[in-house]
């Protein structure tokens, strides 16, 4: 059986198809290699990747962002930044480092460089973070965020407390005094309570999905001087079924079910809550001071008719406390010294270098970007002092809203270090599950989420 | 010995080659063939077989690709049977898959059949209803999440013009299930019409028109004819629905995260929890054996019906 020629005897069909085939399967496989290839350092050339772009619905920011990266890269020959607009998220951080292909850096919460240490996904940097000229600022509980047995694995950046947002109009529309903070739980119950009747807008709304109902209950459970785990490494214990949650969810179930002072929705994720708050359809809510940005760029909320309390404790067992968060840079395990040192180095400068900060401080000021709102401390000295003082310089910000919180005095609590995404997801039924029924009970649903979480924590995963 | 082995040695040699020649005699003629094939075959292989493989595999291990992988035995295995949440997924899986036959499975054929009676405007409706298919699944989800929303939603602000209380959707635990069902019909009930209207094209119309003769309402032709005749296509559709429905990931996963109180925890939706929230890839992949098990089940009743339907059809 011959194929049919045409007429030269190289090309016969069959010659024709082989050969389409073979260049065919060298391309998908040439292409398939070519996605697989590494992006880091060679011929001097150093490459890394990152997610901390800025969102694009915040163009003057992305502009401030870029900016510094043509000048980092032209003050650092062979050095590109590829940065990526990729929020962090606990699934898609690990997802990526299962295989590999995080970041080479990666903007993350304070919740997780303990479980990535321990995974192994993130690279120790301490020589290269000694090296820098406000390592020595670090306050030891900021250190201790990204650090294990002596070793480096982030820089923390930039940290929060969790307070009581408020909305200003709607607090005096119910007869309230922006200057007298709700100071106890009961106190909060009864500003809710006043709100929804006096004005008809829910006094407050609560997060309870995505994780952020766990992390609320958390900072609830901080106010009332409880405790989420107990214990370290492989002997963690969940010891979250105390009597302060329990309190504290009876206390929400009866704002829903009796005041009928909460926002109607039982699932509210983070964002769900910044809408709702942002568009003037709940008086109260539990955020950061570092969440303004956003409300104003997002939801062009009003600045000066946002406040901010200090959390409000519990009436029984005040803990005297709130629950601190912030954001840390951690690297990729694995990536070459010289990539982790170009990382280290751009971090330095764009989030650490004092004329960069109050250069930025004047950019974001000028574009209209809110300045100027408290933060957590997470340095100490001289430092810290300019940090300050740049902040104030160019504040935009009507900051005697936020007096109270900022010099509150309460106690600054870490989240719980092991697990903690987890948890805060067999947290959220709990939550959901007071705000669903009246009959539920908070006791029940805390031992039913201790068991499940205690489970994974048993399974060392 | 030696001498021994000599001859099974010499006896096997022309065996093998009498075996492997047409093989390469087949290589050679369709080497064109089999280089096209290639890339394909590599990419199912890759993408499809060598993750079933793998997830066995898994299931087996305590591993969470940050280490060293560790043989764990069946403890992956025992640690989801004992978890409370299995049971309480499966419970939810079953109750969507109940819902999707309640509500999902009836819709499509009298959407079809009502189409079908039409006597204008069938390739507008055919069109209408097909047009949430192209719709990407998150868009959907989206899309319904605003219907659904308590205050100022679509279908409660409709539910007020008509003086009715508003309903919680997708906030109740009561409601929450079958709200992600009417969701998941929406999306995907055009394609099933497509099927049915093409079943129904197929029923002889000398049938109808003899039924017509003897005076048989639409009703009774429907009831004598259209529902007998679609009867084998509405069985392997309702399987390969149930095989659907137990998988339901996208919906509870983009609108309830599997709320509210747990009420759309789903098996797929915890097996992820299992690996992207606590990273238990072991725990995560002993429950898709488990599912793979479940729906191997099905599929093997599935492939039981479609013989036997193809057997009484060639009969």
């Known amino acids: ?461 | 010995m030696v001498t021994l082995d000599q001859p099974a040695l010499s006896q096997a040699e022309p065996r093998t080659t009498s075996r492997v020649q047409p093989l390469l005699r087949f290589a050679r003629r369709n080497t064109a063939g089999i280089l096209f094939l290639l890339p394909a075959l590599g990419i199912f292989g890759f993408f499809v077989w060598y993750p079933v493989v793998y997830g066995f595999i898994l299931s087996f291990q305590k591993n969470a690709f940050y280490g060293v992988p560790t043989f764990a035995g069946w403890s992956n295995y025992r640690f989801v049977l004992h978890d409370p949440l299995f049971w309480t997924a499966w419970r939810n899986s079953a109750s969507y898959a109940l819902y999707g036959l309640l509500i999902g499975y009836l819709i499509p054929i009298v959407l079809a059949i009502a189409i079908n009676e039409i006597r204008h405007g069938t390739g507008y409706f055919r069109l209408a209803f097909y047009l949430p298919v192209i719709i990407p699944p998150l868009v959907t989800a989206f899309l319904w999440r605003y219907m659904y929303t308590h205050d100022g939603g679509l279908i409660n602000s409709l539910l007020s013009v008509v003086h009715a209380a508003p309903q919680p959707w997708l906030q109740s635990p009561s409601t929450a299930l079958p709200s992600l069902v009417i969701v998941t019909t929406w999306a995907n009930m055009g394609g099933t019409v497509l099927i049915y209207m093409a079943a129904l094209q197929g029923i002889p119309a000398q049938l109808y028109e003899a039924a017509e003769l003897d005076g048989a309402n639409i009703w009774r032709r429907i009831w004598n004819i259209t529902l007998p005749q679609m009867r084998g296509i509405m069985l392997i559709l309702l399987l390969i629905q149930i095989i659907a429905t137990v998988q339901v990931f996208t919906e509870p996963f983009t609108l309830t995260g599997g709320g509210p109180d747990l009420s759309t925890m789903t098996v797929i939706l915890l097996i992820y929890n299992y690996a992207f929230n606590s990273g238990n890839f072991g725990a995560a992949s002993a429950l898709s054996v488990i599912l793979f098990l479940v729906l191997v089940v099905l599929s093997l009743i599935y492939f039981g019906i479609t013989r036997r339907l193809n057997l009484g059809g060639a009969e």
């Open chain 1, 1 to 461: 059986m011959t194929s049919r020629s045409f007429g030269n005897p190289m090309l016969s069909r069959r010659t024709l198809m082989r050969n389409a085939a073979i260049a065919g399967a060298g391309f998908v496989g040439a292409n398939i290699l070519a996605a697989c290839g590494p992006a880091s350092s060679s011929n001097g050339l150093i490459t890394f990747t990152t997610n901390e772009l800025p969102a694009s619905s915040n163009p003057a920011q992305v502009k401030i962002y870029q900016d510094y990266v043509q000048t980092f890269q032209q003050n650092h020959k062979g050095v590109t930044i590829n940065a990526l607009n990729d929020p962090y998220t606990t699934q898609g951080y690990f997802t990526k480092a299962a295989a590999h292909s995080q970041e080479d850096m990666v903007d993350a919460p304070f919740t997780d460089p303990q479980l990535m240490i321990a995974r192994g996904t993130v690279a120790d940097i301490t020589t290269y973070a000694k090296q820098q000229s406000f390592f020595s600022s670090y306050t030891p509980s900021a250190l201790a965020i990204a650090s294990s047995g002596g070793s480096v694995y982030g820089l923390p950046y930039a940290g929060y407390q969790l307070g009581l947002m408020f909305n200003i109009k709607l607090i005096k529309a119910a007869g309230l005094d922006p200057a007298s903070p709700p100071k106890t739980w009961d106190d909060f119950r009864a500003y809710a309570k006043q709100i929804a009747q006096k004005t008809g807008v829910p006094g407050f709304v609560e997060l309870t999905n995505q994780n952020t109902g766990g992390w609320h209950l958390t900072n609830w459970i901080y106010t009332g001087g409880g405790n989420l785990e107990s214990g370290s490494g492989s002997s963690t214990q969940a010891v979250f079924n105390n009597p302060v949650a329990v309190a504290w969810l009876q206390n929400l179930q009866a704002m829903k079910f009796t005041d009928k002072s909460l926002y109607n929705e039982v699932l509210v994720g983070y964002n769900d809550a910044l809408q709702i708050f942002g568009t003037n359809k709940a008086a109260m809510v539990v955020e950061a001071s570092d969440t303004l940005p956003a409300l104003q760029t997002a939801y062009q909320a009003d600045m000066t008719n946002i406040g901010l309390w200090p959390m409000p404790q519990s009436p029984t067992n005040p803990g005297n406390a709130t629950l601190s968060g912030g954001h840390v840079y951690v690297f990729k395990a694995g990536d070459s010294s010289d990539v982790l040192n170009a990382a280290v180095e751009w971090a330095s400068y764009y989030r650490f270098d004092l004329s960069v900060i109050e250069n930025s401080t004047v950019q974001a000021a000028a574009s209209g970007l809110p300045v100027g709102f408290p933060t957590a401390t997470i340095f100490t000295g001289s430092y810290q002092q300019s940090l300050q003082a740049i902040s104030q310089k160019y504040a935009n910000l009507p900051l005697d809203n936020y007096a109270l919180y900022a010099n509150s005095g309460l106690a600054l609590r870490p989240e719980p270090p092991v697990q903690t995404q987890a948890m805060y997801a067999a947290l959220d039924p709990v939550v959901q599950g007071v705000l669903t029924s009246a009959k539920a009970d908070p006791q029940t649903l805390l031992n039913t989420a201790q068991t499940n979480f205690q489970a994974t924590l048993s399974s060392g995963s």
